[in-house]
């Protein structure tokens, strides 16, 4: 099926940014969130001509920025052959059509860039199709004259390749339809992968899941300790699809890590969303690895972003182990011992010399030990309420109908030991 997506062209796009600093604003935000979008763009394969930042009470309903400021850009942006305005927040549909009309330019929002360059990224079929799924919600109601007309004659960085007449209604309808088909797809996609990963939760090892602000050092750190082979760049979002491998620690402990995608500030509703599925990774791990580049300035604001979407998935309030990584670009101690201040069970590595690897791997074992309790378990046969809600919550390892009661092995998180607490013989030993 053809797309009706083509986000790449070869051209480098010329690129104005705009942000707003609201009054309540606390101070450097703004700067800091132009210059994560300017990365953007260059991810997306853009370069940055020129930026501007309008100080105002409250976004401009209709424009985001004033009218007289889009003007004043505009002017900018057409003397300097700027082809794509990108704005730092997700405009509302009526923002979008108002600029375009006043800035006669390409105007994209964050969202739109994000999902860009997760187009650009995803690899396997469930990642493309996600994310067209979550470009075309978003595209839906953005649908001009005015933008199909310029995203035939342009194209580039977000933008749709419309075929054949440029007729609203019908772009309307075909993208529509597309949405549909692809929810039936995706659909099917999950149905089977979701088989893939019954079948691994049969195994008896606890699944740990890295997670953390793009670019953190998430997949360096998988193949450090498991020799994987995952693509690491100094690029935003250059994993989407997870990665799991199996990692035994010097305790002849089990565990699968799975390496999965980056979070970022104000990451598009629209993705999250669209990425539930491939994040239910996170959502099932036993344990959170959540990677910190310490050597940012803004470590701590990357730290709170990760956490708000961790809420947004359903993965808060799981056992997480905080890594402050890119310790060998940290000179100054007083930094770290500002995040151990804070952390006190954070570990300190870097996952490119391996410096601290074997505290991790140490910590690690330690916070697997409690995950899973291993326990012998007598049910009588009757109980076949309880023999089945073992097996929705527990790893069964062994099963034996046989005897006056049944039994079972089987590995519980702590959280619902206490629903099995009457039936344990005993403990096991957790290899
Ligand atoms: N100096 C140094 N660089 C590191 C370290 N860990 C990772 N990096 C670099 O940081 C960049 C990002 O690393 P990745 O492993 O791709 O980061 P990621 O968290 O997987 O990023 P996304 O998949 O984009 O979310 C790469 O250029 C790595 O070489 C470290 O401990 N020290
Ligand atoms: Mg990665």
Not at 237 to 244: E, K, M, R, S, V
Not at 396 to 425: L, Q, S
Request: proline share 4%.
């Amino acid at each position: 099926m053809r797309s009706l997506i083509e986000t790449r062209t070869k051209r480098t796009e010329r690129v104005f940014l705009v942000g707003v600093e609201l009054k309540n604003d606390n101070g450097g935000s703004t700067r800091e969130t132009l210059d994560e979008l300017s990365e953007l763009v260059e991810t997306a394969g853009g370069i940055v001509l020129g930026e501007g930042v309008q100080k105002m009470e409250t976004a401009n309903a209709g424009t985001y920025i004033g009218k007289g400021k889009a003007a004043e850009f505009a002017k900018w942006c057409k003397e300097n052959e700027v082809d794509t305005m990108v704005f730092d927040d997700e405009l509302t549909p009526a923002q979008s059509r108002n600029l375009e009309k006043l800035c006669e330019c390409k105007v994209l929002d964050r969202t739109a860039l994000i999902l860009d360059i997760f187009a650009q990224r995803a690899r396997t079929r469930e990642g493309k199709l996600q994310i067209e799924l979550a470009q075309l919600q978003h595209l839906l109601p953005r649908l001009t004259r005015f933008w199909t007309h310029l995203s035939r004659q342009k194209g580039g960085i977000g933008m749709r390749g419309g075929e054949g007449e440029s007729q609203l209604e019908a772009d309307r309808r075909k993208t529509q339809e597309r949405i549909f088909k692809i929810s039936e797809e995706l659909d099917l996609v999950r149905r089977q992968r979701s088989t893939q990963r019954a079948s691994r939760m049969r195994q008896q090892w606890p699944i740990a899941s890295i997670v953390g602000y793009t670019n953190a050092g998430k997949s360096t750190l998988l193949n450090h300790l498991t020799g994987a082979a995952v693509l690491a760049e100094d690029k935003l979002f250059a994993t989407l699809d997870p990665t799991t491998r199996r990692l035994r620690l010097p305790t002849n402990q089990n565990v699968l890590l799975t390496d999965t995608v980056g979070f970022i500030r104000k990451l598009p509703h629209g993705l999250v969303e669209a990425f539930k599925a491939t994040l239910e990774e996170v959502v099932q791990a036993d344990l959170l690895l959540h990677v910190v580049d310490a050597s940012h300035p803004q470590a701590e604001e990357h730290i709170e972003a990760v956490n708000t979407v961790l809420t947004e998935i359903g993965a808060e309030g799981k056992p997480m182990l905080m890594i402050f990584n890119k310790a060998d670009l940290v000179p100054n101690p007083a930094v770290m011992s500002r995040f151990l201040e804070r952390f006190p069970h954070a570990v300190v590595i870097s996952a490119k010399t391996g410096e601290g690897v074997p505290e991790l791997m140490a910590e690690l074992g330690a916070a697997l030990r409690p995950i899973r309790e291993f326990l012998e378990l007598a049910v009588p046969h009757e109980r076949s309420d309880v023999i089945a809600r073992l097996h929705e919550v527990a790893q069964v390892v062994e099963r034996d109908y046989e005897g006056d009661a049944a039994r079972f092995k089987a590995r519980i998180p702590p959280h619902f030991h206490h629903e099995f607490e009457k039936f344990v013989v005993k403990e096991l030993q957790t290899a």
